[in-house]
């Protein structure tokens, strides 16, 4: 081999030698260009603005006091809330409602309508949007026509929810109260099974249901409600001789039985439809020992919710 032949072969092997090095380098000490960044947050699983529209008519029937001649009902309620992250799971729920009764049929002296217009106040422990924890005020005016100083309640409820089998059956032990409630306090709560990823019996008053969800898009429930609301009326001066109040309170009730769809393919908006039978409707003047109830009548409902 010549003496330039071999200053090349010397060149080629060191310029080898060299990219091998830094190769071995960079494997080590990994792509050059690479920047570490902190990992992201995980993502917050909990919806933090709630929207519910709903409106359900109950046709017409009689009242079981016959002087009071007959009627139907129609209910409409509004309500939004946001939740702040307070820290981990739990949070503060504030929000707004207006609900309203209107009442048709007969002229017979009883309110042709009740309303409220309440703030929504709730300390939570949520998991996947659902409230495991909860204690809620409702403070606002429950009345007829006049929102006065003695028509402001501050009905409440809290809750809570544990398991009795893992991932399996868990129970509800629930309490509600309310100033012009009668009882002022009473019990709620029940049990929570799941009996299949798609099949729930939901066994919890004031709504129990059995609920179907074949897939992310669809719900279908069977359905029960005790619908229970105290306000502070006007002139009550009925038909009827032994009915006649000024300013009194009245809990009226509707109780119901029924079916009820859900589709939430409209993310965030879940659209639901319902019908049943409103088994009860009574005006319930409990102060003054006078009870006004109405025969069962079939109800339509729609609804619209929105979680995001």
Do not use: C
Request: charged share 25%.
């Amino acid at each position: 081999m010549s003496m330039s032949e071999s200053l090349w072969s010397v060149k080629i092997f060191r310029n080898l030698a060299m990219l091998f090095a830094f190769g071995a380098a960079s494997a080590v000490a990994g792509p050059a260009d690479v920047i570490l960044q902190p990992s992201p947050a995980p993502a917050d699983e909990n919806s933090r603005d709630l929207f519910y529209y709903e409106t359900t008519y109950t046709f017409d029937s009689d009242f079981k006091e016959s002087k009071l001649g007959h009627g139907d009902s129609l209910y409409n309620d509004f309500s939004y809330d946001h939740r702040f992250l307070i820290t981990g799971k739990w949070y503060f729920r504030a929000g707004v409602e207006y609900d309203r009764y209107d009442f048709g049929g007969t002229d017979n002296g009883l309110p042709d309508h009740l309303q409220t217009a309440s703030a929504h106040l709730a300390l939570e422990y949520v998991v996947k949007d659902f409230a495991g924890i909860s204690i809620e005020l409702d403070p606002g005016v429950y009345f007829q026509d006049n929102a006065t100083w003695d028509a402001v309640d501050i009905p409440g409820k809290a809750y809570v929810t544990f398991p009795l089998k893992k991932d399996k059956i868990f129970a509800v032990v629930a309490v509600g109260w309310g100033i012009y409630q009668d009882p002022p306090v009473a019990p709620g709560g029940g049990i929570i099974w799941l009996i299949t990823d798609k099949l729930r019996l939901q066994g919890v008053f004031p709504r129990p249901a059995l609920i179907y969800r074949p897939n992310d898009d669809w719900e279908f429930r069977i359905t029960g409600e005790l619908n229970y609301t105290s306000f502070r009326t006007d002139d009550v001066l009925t038909t009827e001789r032994k009915l006649q109040l000024h300013n009194a309170i009245v809990q009226y009730s509707e109780d119901r039985a029924g079916v009820q769809v859900g589709y939430s393919g409209l993310k965030p908006f879940k659209l639901i439809a319902g019908a049943g039978v409103t088994v009860e409707r009574d005006f319930d003047f409990f102060r003054a020992h006078q009870s006004k109830r109405m025969d069962p009548a079939p109800y339509i409902r729609i609804a619209a919710e929105a979680k995001f």
